[in-house]
C-alpha cells in the first residue's frame, strides 16, 4: 500500500477474513521516497473469496480504514473490502482488446437473394426505423455482407466482434430463437458463420455469439412439443401455470415464454456438457470465442427459485471442456457485483457503473425525449457525483471482474451515445473515457461515424455505408483513442487512481508495471487543473499521446489545460 507522508502513517495492518473470523497482519515499511512510502504485507489466501483491506494507524483519529471504495475515519463494514478471487481466471487475450458490437441485420448485406418469411417486412436500406413494430422490419444485412466488410473493423482497430443473435426467429433483432440447431438461413446459415469466424480470426479478430438462456420464442421446436404434449420432456422446459397457454415469460412478453432452468434435460441440451449449445459453437466448425449471454441477470429466477449462480457455473465448466479460453459475459443493467464472484459470468455489461454515469454527466439539456431504463429520466449530474458513482460501483466487485466487463456507452438496447450527448464534441469526451476506462472498451457498429437514435429501436438504424454521410473528424478521433488503447499496458491492464473530479472535468491515473497514463476528460470549459509535480512526474516528463494543450510544471505544481469538451492522456515517466 503506497501512503503519502502527509497521512502520518506510523504502523500499517491488513485486516483480513479467514474461514469467517478476522484475522490481521502487520505490515512492514518496505520503500520511500520523499513523497511517500510503500508498505508491505503477505495475504494468506485460504477461501476462494478472500476480502481484505487496510488499518492504518497515527494521525489525529487514532486509525483509519482503506477499502475498495476509500479511506474513512470510521468502522466500516465488509461490504466494500478489496476482494482476491482464486477461480479460473477470465480469458488473458481480454485485456488487449476492443469490441465492435454487430446487430447483423442492420450492418451490411451482401446482396444474396433470401427467401422471406410471412412475418418480414422487407424495406431498403435507407428507409428510417418504424415507430410500430420495427422488430418485424427486415433490412436485408446479413454474415457474409459483414465478412466482407471486416476491412472497416480492422480498419477502426477493434478486435472483438460481438454479434446479436444469430439463430432462426420471428424477428430482426432475433431473441425469441425458433430454434438452437442452426443458423437462420435469412443470415446466410452455418456456412456463413462458420466462413465470418474463419476470416474474422484470420485479421486477428475474436468473435462472441449471443444466447438467450432465460426463455425462447414461442415459434421454438422446444415450446411448440411442450404445448402439444403435458406429458412431453419438453413440457419440463417451460414454467407452465396452466397447460398449454397459460406460462410465465421474459417481463409478461408472451411471445418470449421462460425456461425453467431447474430441469436436467434442458440443460444438458442448452449449456451442460459437450453436447450442448453452449459447446457445440464454441466448437468447429463454428469455432466462437465465448458467449454474452441476454438478460443473464433473470435467467433461472422466478419467486422462491433462483438457479441462476448455478447456471453461469455451468456454463463455465462447459466452456473450460471445449474452449478454455472462451470469455462468457453477462447482460446485466444494474447492480451485478453479488454475481460476479468469480466461478461464473467472467464480467458483466457495464451499465449502472460507467454508462449510466457518463450519460448523466454528459447529455445535453434536452434529456427528456430519452428513455434510459429509469422512470424519473436522466437529469444532469457533476463530475464529483459521477466519480463517486463510479469508485461506488467499483468497489463492490473483484478487480479482475471489472477489468472483465464490456464497459460500454451504448448498444441495441439503448439510444445512441451521439444522441445522448448532444454534439460529437461531447460523444467524443465520453468515448475517450471509455477507452481509458478498464476493462473491455465496446462501440456499438455506427458509433465511429456518428450515427443517431433517440431510443433503442431508433438507435438500430442501419450502417451509413456511404461515407459523405459519416462524421469522418469522430471516426479519425476514435482511430487514434483506439490505437492508443492496444499499445498501452497502463491502459489494458493499469490500476486506476483518482486525482481530481471537478464539475466539468475528471482526471484519472492509469498504472501498470511498465507505463503511467494521465487522463484528462473534460465536458466544458473549466479553470486549469493543479495537482502535485513530485508524486505525479518522479522527477521526469510527460508525453502527449492524445488529445492538445501543455501541461505546466512551475513551482512544484503540474497544471493541467482548461478548455472543453476534451480528451487528453499523457504518458508519465515510470
Not at 460500454?408 to 454534439?423: K, V
Not at 486549469?528 to 516528463?541: F, K, W
Request: hydrophobic share 40%; aromatic share 10%.
Amino acid at each position: 500500500m503506497r501512503v503519502p507522508h502527509s497521512a502520518g502513517a506510523d504502523r500499517v495492518w491488513l485486516r483480513t477474513v479467514l474461514d469467517g473470523e478476522p484475522r490481521y497482519v502487520e505490515a512492514r515499511a518496505d520503500r520511500a521516497d520523499e513523497h511517500e512510502r510503500w508498505w508491505r504485507v503477505s495475504l494468506r489466501v485460504q477461501n476462494p473469496d478472500s476480502r481484505y483491506r487496510f488499518a492504518v494507524a497515527g494521525g489525529p483519529n487514532g486509525y483509519r480504514w482503506l477499502n475498495a471504495a476509500g479511506l474513512f475515519d470510521h468502522d466500516v463494514p465488509d461490504v466494500d473490502d478489496f476482494r482476491l478471487v482464486t477461480y479460473v481466471p477470465p480469458p488473458a487475450w481480454l485485456a488487449g482488446s476492443v469490441a465492435y458490437q454487430v446487430f447483423p441485420d442492420r450492418f451490411a448485406s451482401s446482396g444474396a437473394e433470401r427467401h422471406w418469411p410471412s412475418w418480414a417486412r422487407v424495406v431498403g436500406w435507407d428507409e428510417p426505423v418504424a415507430v410500430r413494430h420495427p422488430s418485424r422490419q427486415v433490412y436485408g444485412g446479413d454474415l457474409a455482407g459483414l465478412e466482407a466488410r471486416l476491412d472497416h473493423v480492422e480498419r477502426l482497430g477493434a478486435n472483438l466482434l460481438y454479434l446479436t443473435p444469430f439463430f432462426p426467429s420471428q424477428s430482426s433483432h432475433r431473441y425469441d430463437a425458433a430454434t438452437f440447431d442452426h443458423v437462420d438461413p435469412l443470415l446466410g446459415g452455418d456456412d456463413a458463420l462458420s466462413s465470418l469466424v474463419a476470416a474474422a480470426h484470420r485479421r486477428g479478430i475474436r468473435v462472441l455469439g449471443d444466447l438467450t438462456v432465460n426463455h425462447s420464442g414461442v415459434t421454438h421446436q422446444w415450446f411448440q412439443a411442450a404445448q402439444a404434449d403435458p406429458c412431453s420432456p419438453e413440457a419440463g422446459y417451460y414454467l407452465f401455470r396452466a397447460h398449454p397457454d397459460d406460462y410465465e415469460a421474459w417481463l409478461g412478453v408472451r411471445s418470449l415464454p421462460k425456461f425453467d432452468l431447474r430441469h436436467p434435460e434442458l440443460r444438458r441440451r442448452l449449456v451442460d456438457g459437450p453436447d450442448s449449445v453452449v459447446a457445440r459453437f464454441l466448437s468447429p466448425p463454428f469455432s466462437l470465442d465465448g458467449w454474452r449471454v441476454d438478460v443473464a441477470n433473470m435467467a433461472g429466477r422466478l419467486g422462491d427459485v433462483d438457479v441462476n449462480a448455478d447456471v453461469a457455473r455451468t456454463m463455465r465448466t462447459t466452456m473450460a471442456l471445449v474452449r478454455p479460453d472462451a470469455y462468457l459475459v453477462a447482460e446485466h443493467f444494474h447492480d451485478a457485483h453479488a454475481e460476479l464472484a468469480g466461478d461464473g459470468w467472467h464480467g458483466t455489461m457495464y451499465y449502472a457503473g460507467f454508462a449510466d454515469p457518463v450519460w448523466r454527466w454528459l447529455a445535453d439539456g434536452d434529456t427528456d425525449r430519452l428513455r434510459v431504463g429509469k422512470p424519473m429520466g436522466l437529469r444532469p449530474m457533476g463530475g464529483r457525483h459521477v466519480a463517486r458513482t463510479f469508485q461506488a460501483f467499483a468497489a463492490a466487485m473483484p478487480w479482475r471482474s471489472l477489468a472483465a466487463s464490456l464497459a460500454l456507452l451504448d448498444s441495441h438496447d439503448t439510444p445512441r451515445f451521439r444522441t445522448i450527448a448532444g454534439s460529437a464534441e461531447r460523444a467524443l469526451a465520453g468515448f475517450g473515457l471509455l477507452l481509458a476506462w478498464p476493462g473491455v472498451p465496446m462501440l456499438f457498429a455506427g458509433d465511429e461515424v456518428g450515427v443517431e437514435g433517440v431510443s433503442s429501436d431508433d438507435g438500430r438504424r442501419p450502417f451509413p455505408w456511404d461515407e459523405r454521410r459519416w462524421d469522418h473528424g469522430l471516426f479519425g478521433a476514435l482511430q487514434r483513442l483506439v490505437a492508443v488503447r492496444r499499445a498501452s499496458p497502463a491502459l489494458q491492464r493499469g490500476g486506476l487512481r483518482w486525482l481530481h473530479a471537478g464539475d466539468d472535468v475528471l482526471v484519472l491515473l492509469r498504472e501498470s508495471l511498465d507505463e503511467r497514463v494521465l487522463v484528462q476528460v473534460s465536458r466544458a470549459d473549466h479553470d486549469p487543473v493543479q495537482l502535485p509535480a513530485g508524486p505525479l512526474l518522479h522527477g521526469g516528463s510527460a508525453h502527449l499521446l492524445y488529445g492538445d494543450g501543455d501541461m505546466s510544471v512551475v513551482a512544484g505544481s503540474c497544471t493541467l489545460p482548461p478548455g472543453g469538451p476534451a480528451v487528453r492522456l499523457w504518458r508519465l515517466a515510470p
